[in-house]
């Protein structure tokens, strides 16, 4: 009973399983004493081996109580059970079922160790083995009583003990590992209806670094875009509650798609309005951020056009977009509490986009003199003013984006080329009438020179080819 009670796990304060014996070192310590007992008559041989796998074996039971079993520990547990069996002189069942114990503690033991323990198990029989053999002349007679099956018995005790132990660790480990997939499907499902919530340039990033998510933000520079729907408040007194839901349901999920396929950080939702912007967590560089910025609040205005027609003919009409956009530095991250985040942004700037976006009309595109800036060499803009915006002292002057698809046909303001040692820039705009005959001349005496320049290089090849004729000749 004491034997199997070493055999069995044992259980820690804390109720975690403790580390258990490990079974060769039990066996190697019974087996050796009841080898050496039957078999000591006080010569040298057998004091010398008594006290070689003994008190090693006891050290280690001492040592190994409540650890991790090692490399060292199986190292010297293999070369214990092989110094008995080299000593035995390789008596055919009790060095079986020693090897099946030294093949029992290889298999435990991490991978990379296996060839090593072979090995000193060999080398370390082999020695012992000679050693007997030079010591002793006559053979021991490990048939002579009942040690033989004693040792047999208890090595298949040892190796089903270890077996069962496995199995249970087996069935338990299966059970942890389906209660845990049924978590993490949970997980998941629960995650990817909570990721609805938040933008993806947010929660993608999150997962993928595995770190904590904690209060900062930083400042950068974002293109910030404001936008509503004119007529909404008005149509609301006199829709149901279900169809101005069906209504703003379909104007978001339109709008969201758009604002995902452009890139844009959908901040938030406020009524009939929407919050984007470009800049953090990505930035492809302030002017292509309000270059994306204004080509999205394009489409929108495009995708309101057919959103438009289609409540028409349901009999809701009078509805129509109206965005503001800006571009300047402003505080985004993470604000709130430890308990409560949320990624959003403040500042002055997008005070000033929900200004403008205030200020415009039906289907206009306000844009503020930062923006204008970034886009006036790629979109086609109207000074729509000044005004006076609650919140800023001085006047703000703002341009509108116009429509790409009424321009069609006409042609550009602008020409701006620009290759390795050549910029061409035309604002048309801004050209006075007395200017276009010194911007002529001016070209006129940069073709002269581009011919000029032209003729010297061509003249150069042509005398460096024939130098190279000549030398070949």
């Known amino acids: 009973m004491a034997f199997l009670d070493i055999l069995s796990p044992k259980k820690s304060i804390q109720g975690k399983d403790a580390y258990r014996f490990d079974y060769p070192e ?7 004493v009841i080898l050496l007992a039957v078999h000591f008559d006080f010569s040298p041989t057998s004091m010398a081996l008594l006290v070689v796998v003994c008190l090693p074996s006891l050290m280690i039971l001492i040592y190994n109580y409540r650890r991790q079993t090692s490399f060292w520990t199986s190292n010297i547990v293999i070369i214990l059970l092989s110094v008995v069996i080299g000593s035995i002189q390789f008596c055919s069942i009790i060095s079986l079922s020693l090897a099946a114990l030294i093949g029992l503690r290889v298999i435990i033991s991490s991978p ?11 080398v370390t029989v082999i020695i012992f083995y000679y050693v007997s053999v030079t010591l002793s ?36 480990y299966e059970g942890r590992a389906q209660q845990a997939t049924e978590r993490l499907n949970t997980m998941v499902s629960v995650i990817n209806k909570l990721t609805r919530f938040v933008p993806p340039q947010i929660w993608e990033p999150i997962v993928k670094a595995d770190v904590p998510v904690s209060v900062s933000n930083k400042r950068a520079k974002l293109t910030i875009m404001f936008s509503d729907i004119v007529g909404f408040t008005e149509l609301s007194d006199s829709l149901s509650a279900d169809n101005l839901a069906d209504i703003l349901n379909t ?26 912007f470009f800049g953090e967590p990505d930035s492809r560089g302030p002017r292509q951020d309000a270059l994306d910025c204004v080509a999205m609040a394009i489409d929108m205005r ?25 571009t300047g530095y402003c505080h985004v991250g993470n604000f709130g509490s430890n308990n409560r985040l949320s990624y959003t942004l403040i500042g002055k700037e997008a005070n000033l986009a929900s200004r403008l976006e ?9 844009i503020s003199e930062r923006t204008h800036d970034y886009i006036s060499h790629d979109y086609d803009c109207e000074y ?20 790409p698809d009424a321009n069609k046909g006409k042609l550009s303001k602008w020409v701006d080329h620009t290759l390795p040692g050549f910029n061409l820039h035309l604002n048309f705009r801004d050209m006075q009438d007395n200017d276009y005959q010194d911007i002529r001349n001016r070209l006129n005496i940069a073709l002269e020179r581009i011919e000029q320049e032209e003729k010297s290089i061509t003249l150069e090849i042509t005398k460096a080819s024939k130098q190279e004729s000549q030398r070949h000749k």
């Open 26 to 32: 039990v066996f190697v310590l019974i087996l050796s």
């Open 112 to 122: 990379e160790n296996h060839l090593k323990l072979i090995a000193v198990s060999v």
């Open 137 to 172: 002349i006559n053979e021991i007679d490990c048939h002579e009583d009942w040690i033989t099956s004693v040792i047999l018995l208890a090595t298949i005790i040892v190796i089903l003990c270890h077996f069962r132990r496995v199995y249970h660790d087996y069935i338990h």
């Open 251 to 276: 104007y978001m999920h339109c709008m969201t798609l758009i604002a995902n396929k452009h890139g844009a950080v959908l901040d938030k939702f406020i009524g009939d309005g929407m919050v984007c």
């Open 302 to 326: 495009r995708e309101m056009r057919t959103l438009r027609q289609k409540w028409r003919l349901m009999g809701f009409e009078g509805l129509y977009i109206r965005i503001g956009i800006t």
């Open 358 to 366: 205030a200020v415009a009309g039906k289907s206009e595109i306000f």
């Open 384 to 403: 729509a003013g000044s005004f006076q915006l609650k919140g800023f002292d001085s006047k703000v002057s703002a341009w509108q984006v116009l429509d």
